[in-house]
């Protein structure tokens, strides 16, 4: 059955601060026969927050982190999972709900922070630091996961680090995190050179600038920017933490240091907050589109699949790292 004309203007309201009127018409015929094709295949799509606004606010049913996406999508009933994210988080997914089928509307959604690291350069730190833990962050394969004790997430990884009882600790792939980390610990942290693309890009002249040309901006950067960032920023935290903070103080003009979808995602939540939005895009997020999601469900693709053992051994870094 269709979504009725009444069903798609209320999600227009939903969105209509972030997406002009001329725009949405282009929309509403994938976002009905994404509806109908959900209820036909049981299927459940989850979307993360740097997804545009018609698909994080129009037709997603989960929102959120990677790892919250993969964690609320193992209380949900479906027997299809379509991930609106890149292909880690299609994996992380997988490996935490290996009953259903997990599909990723396009496979070239990649991650420049989970491109930087393989198995291999995983073993070879083992070898160099022989005895120290490896904690990887869910930002990476799950080759690299099979390869660690631990994950972590950028919420959780100071706790993650500090159980471990280790004076010294590998943090993988992302160097940033690792330093962010490093400055609140007293553990070493030995760190990989991996970036993330959208935030490495942030410079503290950025905000320098954004403070002279908006004064009184409170300046939110997530702990992927580099640590001169993080050390000038009025908070650092995940992206659910940014959106959290947001919510609790209700800045007057806010700026996000991170992706530019977030900012209009939560400016959605938030109609009362001015948002301030330099724009870093990620392009792999960005291949994902309405019309793939539409495809992925019309035609059962892309199915993820992960080899039985790298899944077995990827699981127990993430289940050790979700006992904490
Ligand atoms: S925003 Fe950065 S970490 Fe996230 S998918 Fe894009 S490149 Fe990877």
């Known amino acids: 059955m269709p979504v009725s004309l009444s069903t798609t203007a209320s999600l227009y309201d939903r969105v209509r ?26 299927a459940v799509i989850l979307a993360h927050n ?45 490996l935490l ?39 990887t962050y869910v930002n990476t394969s799950a080759a690299v996961k099979a390869e660690s004790d631990i994950c972590c997430t950028s919420g959780n990884a100071l706790a993650v680090v500090e159980s471990l009882g280790a004076s010294r600790v590998i943090m993988l792939p992302d160097e940033y995190l690792a330093k962010n980390i490093a400055a609140q610990t007293k553990i070493e942290i030995i760190a990989w050179k991996g970036h993330c693309e959208v935030h490495e890009r942030f410079t503290p ?6 403070r002279e040309a908006h004064p009184g ?28 903070y947001v919510g609790r103080h209700r ?6 240091m991170t992706e530019c979808s977030m900012s209009d995602n939560v400016a959605v939540k938030h109609p009362d907050v001015d948002f301030v939005r330099p724009c870093n895009l990620c392009p792999h997020m960005k291949r994902i589109t309405l019309a793939n999601i539409r495809t992925a469900l019309e035609e059962n693709r892309h199915i993820v699949t992960i080899d039985p053992d790298i899944a077995e051994r990827a699981s127990r870094a993430v289940e050790r790292m979700l006992a904490i």
């Not at 601060?17 to 049981?42: C, G, Q």
């Open 17 to 42: 601060r972030v997406i002009p009127p001329i725009e949405w018409p282009a929309f509403t015929d994938d976002i009905e026969a994404i509806f109908a094709l959900k209820r036909k295949r049981n």
């Open 50 to 94: 740097y997804q545009t606004p018609e698909i994080f606010h129009c037709v997603a049913d989960i929102v959120g982190d990677s790892l919250a996406l993969a964690r609320k999508a193992m209380a949900v009933d479906a027997d299809i999972i379509v991930l609106a994210g890149v292909h880690f988080m299609a994996e992380t997914a997988k």
């Open 97 to 135: 709900n290996p009953g259903k089928t997990v599909l990723i509307p396009d496979l070239g959604a990649g991650c420049s922070l989970a491109d930087s690291i393989t198995a291999s350069d995983v073993r070879l730190m083992r070898q160099r630091y022989p005895g120290v833990p490896v904690v």
């Open 205 to 210: 002249a950025d905000i320098r600038e954004l």
């Open 217 to 244: 901006v409170t300046v939110l950067a997530h702990p992927e920017c580099p640590p001169e960032v993080v050390a000038m920023a009025d908070f650092a935290g995940s992206t659910a933490a940014m959106s959290d």
């Open 251 to 256: 800045p007057a003009r806010v700026v996000l």
